[in-house]
């Protein structure tokens, strides 16, 4: 088997391409995730706290210089990320507790009874049929 033919075999198969499916919604989902923690969510909070823009919050590790640019630890965009991965992480969670109550719910279903064994059926004609005499 060829190596072109051998890739195009494992590129079709279902799991790869949902998977891909997957991690291209998921990139979307994760821009647009910071997007509304950048550009929503931050804004107001910024304002309860006192007028402080999270993207903003710094320290100064080294001042500039002519040769060289600060060294600044960026804090507030480091909380701005904790937060667009807990608000990811937090629609994981309700996405797979979705799937695992569909999932139980299917093995719930009750399955059909299994069908009596031939002896018992026999055993159940004597029956009946002595019942009629």
Do not use: C, W
């Not at 072109?4 to 647009?32: H, L, P, Q, T």
């Not at 304002?47 to 600044?72: C, H, K, N, P, Y």
């Not at 629609?91 to 999932?103: D, P, T």
């Amino acid at each position: 088997m060829s190596m072109i033919s051998e890739f195009k075999s494992f590129a079709m198969r279902g799991n790869v391409v949902d998977m891909a499916v997957g991690i291209v919604i998921g990139a979307a989902f994760g821009k647009i995730v910071s997007s509304f923690v950048k550009d929503v969510l931050m804004p107001p909070i910024g304002v309860l706290v006192g007028g402080v823009d999270f993207s903003g919050l710094t320290i100064t590790l080294r001042e500039a210089t002519e040769q060289a640019a600060a060294v600044t630890l960026n804090y507030g965009m480091f909380i701005q990320s904790v937060i667009d991965f807990l608000i990811i992480a937090f629609a994981i969670f309700i996405v797979v507790k979705g799937m695992n109550s569909l999932k139980r719910k299917e093995e719930e279903a009750p399955a059909a009874p299994p069908a009596p064994s031939a002896e018992v059926q026999l055993l159940t004609e004597i029956r009946d049929t002595l019942k009629n005499r």
